[in-house]
Structures are given as C-alpha cells and as structure tokens.
C-alpha cells in the first residue's frame, strides 16, 4: 500500500509538471508521445482530482488540488503504515 501511493504521488506531481510544460510550450504538446503520456497521467490522476475540484477553489487561476490530493495521501499513508498496520499485527 505504502509504495502504491508513493507512486501516485510521483504520477500526480509528473502529471501536474507536464501540464505546466505543455503550457508554457517548453514542450510539444503535438508530440504522439508527449500527447500519449499527458493523456495516461491524467486519466490516472484525474478520477481522484475531480471531487476535490468542487471545494477546493483555483488561487489565483492556479489549480490547488494536486496539492490538497498529495496531503491527504500523505496522511493516509502514514495512518496506514504507523497506526493501522501495528494494530493489526
């Protein structure tokens, strides 16, 4: 479990940093593997993303909710792993 989120969270933030590249046009959003890549992540991270959407509001025209995602599987993770699991052993 631990290293699923871990990984999730990698895909959140490549997701979130990808999406600032394609913007900014650093890179070529037209590349097939950009495009593809772009496309993966965010139908990974979108599913998780979308609800937060409705209560977390854009700051200043920059979308939050990765982070607000990011915190809150941190603090799953580490009640998880710290609490849940020693109580089951």
């Given at each position: 479990i631990d290293t699923a989120i871990t990984l999730y969270i990698w895909g959140l933030i490549a997701q979130a940093i990808l999406s600032w590249l394609i913007a900014f046009n650093v890179v070529n959003g037209y590349n097939q593997f950009?495009?593809?890549l772009a496309e993966f992540l965010?139908?990974?991270t979108e599913p998780a993303l979308r609800p937060l959407r409705r209560f977390v509001p854009?700051?200043?025209?920059?979308?939050?909710?990765?982070?607000?995602?990011?915190?809150?599987?941190y603090f799953l993770r580490d009640l998880i792993v710290y609490d849940v699991l020693p109580a089951l052993q």
């Open positions: 950009v495009r593809g965010w139908r990974a854009a700051i200043g025209g920059v979308d939050i909710t990765p982070i607000v995602l990011i915190l809150v599987l």
